[in-house]
């Protein structure tokens, strides 16, 4: 089945505390990517990259990092979480960019305390 | 002013009726555009893409697109109580860009 996978699905943790939000996709797609959605603030773009070792920011890439170094992971890095952060984190995949359809991974939901 | 905008709502309409989302844009070299659905506690799904001017049509949806006036809009026709969710505009930059910048989304009550 074609999709777009993340763990966990659901962290508490505390503030400075480093964590590691997985996403893989099994599409063979060459553009992932990272969203955080707020009530009001909608989804927002976080980093997202166009194939191996090409990463870029998004809208709101602070306090985020990622990494590329398989085509089908994008894992986003979090060094030093503050409460600021706690939000709902989707991964996505496209075929090839922003101008495809992207697939959504389930959803990381996150707290930070 | 925002990149793209959508009125919140929420959007009630009867079941059966036609419903009207609208979303408009600020950058004029945008050149592909998408709505999405969103169920609550749910992730995103493409519900149409559309890049040319003019009407698409998906089954009960339509997509219109006018790019001299900058807005998106979808159309549900025969609006069904599934249809309840959160819609969301979505819009790629052309040259290149890679970036894509979502609406705040449009709450839609179908009422039974």
Same mark, same amino acid.
């Given at each position: ?29 060459? %553009? ?56 709902? %984190?989707?991964?996505? &995949? ?20 | ?19 009207? !989302? ?23 799904? !493409?519900?149409? &893409? ?20 900058? %807005?998106?809009?979808? !159309? ?5 109580? &599934?249809?309840?969710?959160?819609? !969301? ?24």
């Amino acid at each position: 089945e074609a999709q777009v996978t993340q763990n966990p699905r659901y962290l508490i943790t505390v503030t400075g505390k480093k964590l590691t939000v997985t996403c893989s996709q099994n599409m063979n797609h060459e %553009y992932m990517s990272w969203y955080r959605q707020d009530p009001g603030l909608g989804l927002r773009q976080i980093y997202y990259s166009m194939n191996v070792e090409v990463t870029d920011k998004g809208d709101v890439p602070e306090g985020y990092k990622v990494s590329r170094k398989e085509k089908r992971n994008f894992p986003l890095i979090l060094e030093s979480p503050s409460p600021n952060q706690t939000s709902l %984190y989707f991964c996505a &995949s496209s075929l090839q960019g922003g101008s495809y359809e992207q697939y959504f991974g389930p959803g990381t939901r996150l707290t930070v305390t | 002013q925002k990149e793209v905008e959508q009125n919140s709502g929420p959007l009630s309409v009867p079941e059966g009726a036609i419903a009207s !989302l609208n979303c408009t844009y600020s950058d004029r070299v945008s050149q592909s555009f998408f709505w999405y659905r969103q169920y609550s506690g749910k992730s995103p799904e !493409l519900i149409m &893409s559309i890049y040319s001017n003019g009407d698409k049509e998906d089954g009960r949806f339509t997509a219109q697109l006018n790019k001299a006036s900058q %807005y998106v809009s979808l !159309l549900i026709r025969d609006s069904q109580p &599934s249809d309840s969710a959160t819609y !969301l505009c979505a819009v790629n930059k052309a040259g290149g860009y890679q970036k894509v910048t979502f609406g705040t989304g449009t709450k839609l009550q179908v009422i039974p």
